[in-house]
């Protein structure tokens, strides 16, 4: 018991219904965006260097400190 061509267009026509158009492209394109960065991010090989690509996030991080008297020190720990 599979489905069928007609199973299918009726389950496809209800989806449609349901969300409408514009939001099934929108999430269409998002998920083409993410396939896209996952591909591109494995050919250049950034998996390979997680340690010197932690390293260099966390120098971004620490050289950008907010300006004002908002700024909280925070000290973060590991969980165990």
Known sequence: ??????????????????????????????????????????????ADKPAEATAAVTQQVGSAAPVGKETIDVEAKTKS
Not at 9 to 33: A, M
């Open 1 to 46: 018991m599979g489905l069928s061509t007609t199973h299918l267009l009726i389950f496809l026509v209800i989806i449609i219904v349901i969300f409408g158009t514009k939001k099934l492209r929108n999430i269409g394109s998002d998920l083409g965006g993410a396939v896209k960065g996952f591909k591109d991010g494995m050919k250049d090989g950034t």
